[in-house]
């Protein structure tokens, strides 16, 4: 079983800034086995894949938050990031840390569905006001 622990989430001004992070913690848990990804879900919309980071490294994000955002991971801390920089209104919401075990880089980053992801986290509400 594995365990994902979001933090980070808050309240910030238009244009602001925040890091969110995801603790992962199972044992013989290895962030190398895992596609990695950082949803969103705003109140009365379907949560929404915001970015990606496969297992050989490479990275995916949403039109929506594509350089803006950025997502990371620390391995040895088995710790997930996702640095929000001039955020908007829209993108509150409540934002989860995600993992599918052992898929292809493709399904990763373009072709899992929200359904296709195994653990969450319980998430950690942001929101910015204009």
């Known amino acids: 079983q594995v365990r994902l622990m979001e933090s980070g989430g808050g309240s910030v001004q238009a244009g602001g800034s925040l890091r969110l992070s995801c603790a992962a913690s199972?044992?013989?848990?290895?962030?190398?086995?895992?596609?990695m990804g950082w949803f969103r879900q705003a109140p009365g919309k379907e949560r929404e894949r915001v970015a990606s980071?496969?297992?050989?490294?490479?990275?995916a994000y949403s039109d929506s938050v594509k350089g803006r955002f950025t997502i990371s991971k620390d391995t040895p801390d088995n710790t997930l990031y996702l640095q929000m920089n001039s955020l908007k209104p829209e993108d509150s919401g409540m934002y989860y840390c995600?993992?599918?075990?052992?898929?292809?880089?493709?399904?990763?980053?373009?072709?899992?569905?929200?359904?296709?992801?195994?653990?969450w986290g319980q998430g950690t509400q942001v929101l910015v006001s204009s």
């Open positions: 995600a993992a599918l075990f052992a898929t292809s880089p493709w399904h990763c980053l373009i072709g899992a569905k929200v359904r296709d992801f195994s653990y």
């Open positions: 199972a044992s013989g848990y290895t962030y190398s086995n895992y596609c």
């Open positions: 980071f496969s297992r050989d490294g490479m990275t």
